[in-house]
């Protein structure tokens, strides 16, 4: 076996592990049949030992990875967004040791989970550094920000099992369409892997050409069955279904094809899930969360974001500033993955001051965990799938 | 507004709300609550109390954690908005200028892109209204930092070890009860060895421990300020310097806005992943996308003019460093970075013409022009030379009959010959540009014919010298120390005092991590038997809890 496909059997085996471990973890906060919780402590034990068994697996793939590549692997998106998956499960052991908190990885582990599968449905194989790229600083700079992004998505994985209690499920309300929300966008996640894995498995292809922006002849290739056309587009392909209709240049309707595919399988899935449950995905979590102390998920989530924000300060800005200053010759260029990463600072700001300047604690402080990882994961997703920058190394 | 003075002989500025030497309420307001407003230790803040003329009321405006947090939100979401279409730095245009940027928005992007463009979106982070928002965050950060600080620190350095009952029974931890008579001197042991620093006065005690952290929002705040003031001081001359500079391999060139120094190109080098031997592990990725670049270098040697030697003369030139400047590996000298960010490769360098007969296609010799200093005659010897009458680097075209040239660098050389040979001693006029050649004066007999060309290529360096980098560092090292010290520490006290019939009252404060202080609270009280806390906040929201549910229940009684 080489270095990377012993890597890669890591990876599997910390999948494996993390799925194991959410459902021992599920049946610990769940309790028995009489309302008791005399084993949760013991069951979250078992799931805790699983966890760490499938995070050593996952550094493990980590160290081997780097020595099979010879550089820190966090040079794309497959190797960022899967030590992504890492740290977020590190941030958990981290808030475990300290509360002993079961509920909180029945939710963060199968985010952790989603996370790894949307990294592998990028390319995995090792791939060279670009000059900018060859440098200590790669290593310093992605792994602090990995870290405190880790260590942040917690702080939201707490609010949201907050949320999961305290949002009455039974009556209308903006709360009740929000939390909905959340769970709705975590399905159509799971409905792009599921879309990209059977696409890629059939070998699905459709090749076109095109005029791009400035009016120049281009050619493209979807892996997905094209539901929107580039602009001026001509099927090079055979059989190809043809789109239903066909967007302007400054569109890439490759794109656009693959997020309405996810959208399209997200919520098919949704509903199969609705129909069988008979509840929204929201209530289903009611059960598991009534054991579940507030005040341990506000503390949490707060000391999450305590331990998060200076991280992040020092990997996303200060050491990122540093490395700018001597790879591009500028500290800051308004680079769009920068002001993102700006955003998620002012973010936090704001959450610290109105937390302890205006008394935001509880339910608020919830959704402002939930919506600080939404502006990371758009950070990570968005900037580097549609806008395209100079951090755009997927 | 007057000074308060309180009955224990103190004088509090105006608009204090607890006694900063003992602690009594001042106000009619806080003396009706439960429990002591703490946040600010009760001190009286500008904003707070003077709202009168306008000076208060930008004051006041500036100080509020909502008005800072407005502005935080506005920045945020500006940011986010100046992402969604490209910022005019990254646009490609063929003339940079006002027109063309804001005709390239309206074209590439629509309607959209011309209110983007109207609104300064298309260049945000340089718009007045985004400095403006900046500016303002930075007054905010200044005044809400004095409004909170001035008087917390005079509040924090004045307070006095023995607190007015009602303070202490306003506190979140309190006891009270009687307690064995060496409790007093067993609980100072212990809360020194807990590393807390004890004040003693008459039959009170005073515990207090990481006062420091209490400044840690004010120590953050000043390193943001400090940082800021780096980037303005971008804004003045001198202390920025970002220039290009294109350099040719074989060239040696006066560094811009660097006097004194030069550099010369030795070599220029690009290399792209092979894919074989070490590389042989990422032959699939290389595969997959085509060509990726490994290495770009340039080759050079930094000279410096001799101190004495008159401006400008480069004669006398001093190497000072040879050095391969590679990405992430810039040149420094004497506070400047010059940075491998451009090339263009294969500029002509030189051309080698034969001069031929048209019909025997015999050859006379050879000549070769440099592109860069062309000679205006070349003699091949045997009464044979050519003359060049007109050079025009980056050929255009034609007007009113001349040969145009666009720009100065040899992209398109055109040359204008006269061709002398013994048997045409009047010589043949012809004007060649690459792949053609016009007889301007009729059919000639002999014709330049294209050999082979010299090429080279062209560095883009960029010379930077930042001397606000320091600044900016510090500030963000004292932010970082701000931070730490108010987030990973607190502000925690303890009042003990012995009453006159014998029992132990105590009282506990902390700036955060009640649980902390209660731990540290439950060790002193086992250790010197004090009598049993309760923590106030915590009983009021029981309570405040039962209400609700007796109210729910009564409700569905009803």
Redesign the interface.
């Known amino acids: 076996m080489t270095m990377?496909e012993l890597s890669s059997n890591l990876l599997y085996v910390a999948f494996v592990a993390y799925l194991i471990a959410t459902f021992v973890f599920g049946g610990a906060v769940r309790g028995n049949k009489e309302g008791s919780f005399k084993s949760e402590g013991r069951w979250g034990k078992v799931a805790f030992v699983i966890t760490l068994i499938g995070f050593f697996s996952h550094l493990g793939y980590f160290i081997t990875r780097w020595s099979?590549?010879g550089h820190a692997p966090l040079s794309n998106m497959f190797e960022f967004t899967t030590a992504f998956g890492m740290t977020l499960v590190g941030g958990f052991i981290i808030l475990y040791l300290l509360y002993k908190t079961p509920v909180l990885g029945m939710i963060v582990l199968p985010v952790a989970l989603l996370i790894i599968a949307f990294a592998s449905m990028f390319?995995s194989?090792?791939?060279?550094l670009?000059?900018?790229l060859?440098?200590n600083?790669l290593a310093i700079h992605v792994s602090t920000v990995v870290i405190a992004e880790g260590i942040l998505a917690i702080s939201a994985g707490a609010g949201l099992v907050y949320l999961l209690k305290v949002v009455d499920m039974n009556k209308k309300s903006k709360q009740r369409f929000w939390l909905e929300a959340i769970m709705y966008s975590l399905v159509v996640v799971m409905g792009f892997v599921i879309a990209s894995s059977y696409f890629s498995l059939t070998g699905y292809q459709a090749d076109f050409t095109y005029v791009n922006?400035d009016g120049n002849e281009s050619s493209i290739t979807y892996n997905m069955p094209p539901l929107v056309g580039m602009n001026e587009y001509t099927s090079l392909t055979e059989g190809a279904m043809e789109p239903f209709f066909e967007t302007?240049?400054?569109i890439n309707a490759s794109k656009i094809t693959t997020v309405l595919w996810s959208f399209f399988v997200g919520t098919i899935l949704y509903w199969l899930i609705r129909l069988v449950a008979r509840r929204r995905i929201a209530a289903i979590f009611k059960p598991f969360v009534k054991n579940v102390s507030l005040q341990l998920m506000d503390e949490i989530n707060y000391r999450a974001v305590?331990i998060g924000?200076?991280l992040f300060?020092?990997g996303a800005?200060?050491f990122a500033?540093i490395w700018a200053?001597?790879?591009?010759?500028?500290?800051w260029g308004?680079d769009?993955k920068e002001?993102?990463a700006?955003?998620t600072w002012?973010?936090y700001?704001?959450y610290l001051?109105?937390r302890l300047?205006?008394g935001w604690h509880g339910e608020k402080s919830a959704w402002l965990g939930v919506v600080g990882f939404a502006i990371i994961m758009f950070n990570l997703v968005a900037?580097n799938l549609i806008?395209a920058?100079l951090h755009s190394y997927a | 507004m007057e000074k308060m003075q309180c009955k224990c002989g103190h004088v509090n500025p105006p608009g204090t709300i607890l006694c900063e030497s003992c602690g009594r309420s001042l106000t009619e307001e806080e003396q009706n609550k439960k429990l002591a407003d703490m946040r600010y230790e009760g001190t009286a803040r500008r904003s707070q109390t003077y709202n009168k003329s306008i000076i208060d009321k930008i004051w006041n405006f500036f100080s509020s954690?909502?008005v800072?947090?407005s502005i935080?939100?506005l920045?945020?979401i500006a940011?986010?908005i100046?992402?969604?279409l490209p910022?005019a730095?990254?646009v490609n245009v063929p003339v940079r200028n006002d027109a063309t940027i804001k005709a390239y928005y309206a074209d590439?992007?629509?309607e959209i892109g011309k209110i983007y463009h109207f609104l300064g979106f298309h260049d945000?982070?340089s718009s007045a209204w985004f400095i403006i928002l900046v500016g303002m965050l930075a007054i905010s950060l200044i005044v809400a930092s004095l409004d909170r600080f001035v008087p917390l620190y005079r509040s924090l350095k004045n307070q006095r070890v023995l607190r007015h009952p009602s303070f202490m029974n306003k506190q979140r931890i309190y006891a009270e009860g009687p307690a064995p008579e060496d409790s007093m001197q067993k609980a100072e042991e212990k809360l020194k060895a807990l590393k807390y620093k004890v004040t003693l006065d008459k039959n009170g005690l005073l515990a207090e421990k990481g006062r420091f952290s209490r400044w840690g929002p004010y120590v953050n705040h000043i390193g943001l300020i400090i940082f800021l003031f780096g980037v303005m001081l971008r804004m003045m001359p001198g202390f920025y310097v970002?220039e290009t500079l294109w350099i040719r391999e074989g060239e040696t060139r006066a560094i811009p806005d660097a006097p004194g120094y030069f550099l010369e190109n030795k070599n220029f080098t690009m290399e792209t992943?092979t894919g074989e031997g070490e590389?042989a592990?990422?032959e699939?990725?290389?595969d997959?996308v085509g060509s990726?670049?490994?290495?770009?270098q340039t080759d050079i040697v930094l000279y410096q003019t001799p101190e004495e030697s008159l401006p400008g003369a480069t004669d006398e030139i001093e190497e000072v460093k040879e050095h391969a400047i590679?990405?992430?590996q810039?040149l420094k000298f004497d506070g400047y970075?010059v940075?491998q960010?451009d090339f263009r490769q294969n500029e002509l360098r030189a051309m080698t013409f034969d001069l031929t007969n048209k019909e025997t296609e015999e050859s006379l010799g050879s000549l070769t022009i440099d592109l860069v200093n062309p000679e205006k005659s070349y003699d091949l010897g045997n009464d044979t030379r050519v003359d060049l009458l007109g050079y025009y680097p980056d050929f255009s075209g034609f007007e009113n009959g001349e040969p145009q040239t666009e720009t100065p660098i040899p992209n398109n050389p055109g040359f204008l010959v006269r061709m002398f040979t013994p048997e045409t001693p009047d010589g043949e006029v012809s004007f060649i540009v690459i792949q053609n050649t016009i007889e301007p004066l009729g059919e000639n007999q002999y014709k330049l014919t294209f050999q082979n060309a010299e090429t080279r290529d062209v560095s883009g360096l960029?010379i930077?010298k930042?001397s606000t980098?320091p600044i900016?560092g510090l500030g963000?090292l004292i932010?970082?120390i701000g931070?730490?010290q108010g987030?990973?520490f607190n502000h925690r006290r303890f009042w003990i005092q012995r009453q006159e019939d014998g029992g132990l009252v105590l009282a506990g404060h902390t700036n955060k991590n009640w649980y902390g202080l209660k731990k540290d609270l439950d060790q002193v009280s086992e250790f010197a038997s004090l009598p049993p806390y309760i923590d106030q906040q915590e009983e009021i929201e029981k309570q405040e809890k039962l209400k609700k549910e007796q109210k729910l229940e009564g409700d569905e009684l009803s």
């Open positions: 990377a099979a590549t390319p194989e090792v791939s060279p670009i000059p900018a060859q440098t600083w922006k302007p240049a400054i305590i924000f200076p300060t020092l800005l200060i500033m200053q001597i790879a591009w010759s500028r500290f308004w769009p002001v993102w700006l955003i002012l973010f700001a704001a001051h109105l300047g205006k900037v806008i920058g | 954690v909502k800072g947090v935080i939100v920045l945020l940011a986010a100046g992402t969604i910022q730095q990254y590439v992007y629509g945000l982070y970002d992943y590389d592990k990422f699939e990725a290389i997959r990726v670049a490994k290495n770009y590679r990405v992430n810039p970075a940075y960010m960029t930077r930042d980098l900016l963000g932010f970082m931070v730490a987030m990973y």
